[in-house]
């Protein structure tokens, strides 16, 4: 390629970021617009709702429907949600609850749903989170609710038995642990910092590599690299953000053991999300304490031809040896056929609640 050809292309990039600059501020009119229709709709006694995650869950999916590249579908769905989180943000700027401090995972996923656009809030436990929403000093709370390597994060479903709130989404983030100590000298470590959750994520790698050293549980990994940060003589297992927060240097990069190590995230609220058309179902309820009790709740899902994404037990806080069962389920609420199982759910079951239904996670 000439020095020409290369200051042609680039007058060329040049132009279209202008046309972008040009649309993108179109889109922010438009989005403003919105915002004043909806004041003008409004009824009283009625909730402003500026953010709806059906739409942008079809949004995003008309996006990458159009896609043809070169940037992936990934990719350009990411984009369009940083402009609508943007956009907005011009309407009224969303305040997220997560479980903090600054530079935990969960943060990372509250970015990742809602885009940059958004003020989050770190709050110190699971339950805070859900007294924060719950209170109106958050717009949604994002809170982990399992791991495809340890499991469920009992905390998370516990307190989903005594809240009001809805499950309004859902976030997958690739969990990858570095590492982590002030001088990037394995040799240091005499001591490692992290959550008991990605201790376990990272066992056998710390077993080979690490046998003998102190491991010590916190309340998180950002934690742990705010600690580390304070002695030459610690490291932490945390994420690639955390670290760069507190100054930290990566000894090891993504010691978890398994490659696909993912934890999936719940959107925490109090509006009902609309059917987008890709949606799935939470549900919560226990059976009668007799033979088959089971096996006749889930009845009604085969029959209707709705198919069960997952099943997990928890203990009853109201009796002792009886269980409350967390379902997720295909479809929404108000399809006609996951309207009727539900509603048969409802009346055999001991204890029945929807925790929410919303737009299937963004892969």
Not at 104 to 124: E, P, R
Not at 156 to 164: E, K, P, Y
Not at 281 to 295: C, E, K
Not at 303 to 332: A, Q
């Amino acid at each position: 390629m000439t020095v020409l050809d290369l200051q042609s292309i680039r007058q060329q990039i040049d132009a279209i970021d202008e046309q972008l600059l040009l649309l993108f501020n179109q889109r922010a009119e438009c989005a403003i617009q919105v915002a004043e229709s909806k004041k003008l709709d409004l009824k009283d006694g009625e909730t402003l709702e500026f953010f709806r995650p059906d739409r942008e869950a079809q949004v995003i999916k008309r996006i990458k429907d159009l896609n043809r590249g070169p940037l992936s579908d990934k990719e350009a769905g990411r984009l369009i949600r940083e402009v609508m989180s943007a956009c907005l943000a011009l309407e009224q700027p969303l305040k997220i609850a997560y479980l903090g401090p600054e530079g935990t995972f969960t943060q990372a996923a509250a970015l990742k749903h809602f885009g940059n656009s958004v003020d989050t809030v770190a709050l110190s436990c699971i339950p805070d989170v859900f007294s924060a929403v719950q209170a109106g000093h958050a717009d949604f709370g994002l809170v982990p609710v399992e791991n495809s390597t340890e499991g469920v994060i009992s905390h998370t479903l516990d307190m989903f038995i005594q809240s009001d709130l809805k499950v309004c989404g859902e976030v997958e983030v690739r969990i990858h642990h570095q590492l982590a100590n002030l001088s990037k000298d394995p040799s240091d470590i005499s001591k490692i910092y992290s959550h008991q959750q990605s201790f376990a994520q990272c066992r056998n790698w710390l077993d080979r590599n690490f046998p003998s050293i102190e491991r010590i549980p916190v309340n998180s990994n950002a934690e742990a690299a705010r600690i580390a940060a304070q002695d030459n003589h610690a490291a932490a297992i945390c994420g690639v953000q955390a670290a760069e927060i507190f100054g930290l240097k990566i000894c090891n990069n993504n010691i978890e053991d398994l490659a696909n190590n993912t934890t999936r995230f719940m959107v925490i609220g109090n509006i009902h999300v609309e059917p987008s058309g890709m949606d799935k179902t939470t549900i919560l309820m226990s059976a009668h304490n007799r033979p088959g009790s089971l096996l006749a709740l889930l009845k009604p899902l085969a029959d209707y031809s709705i198919s069960m994404n997952k099943i997990e037990s928890r203990p009853s806080p109201h009796r002792l040896w009886e269980y409350v069962f967390f379902i997720d389920i295909e479809g929404h609420q108000k399809d006609e056929n996951v309207a009727k199982a539900l509603a048969e759910l409802k009346n055999q079951a001991a204890l029945f609640k929807i925790l929410g239904s919303y737009p299937k996670v963004e892969l």
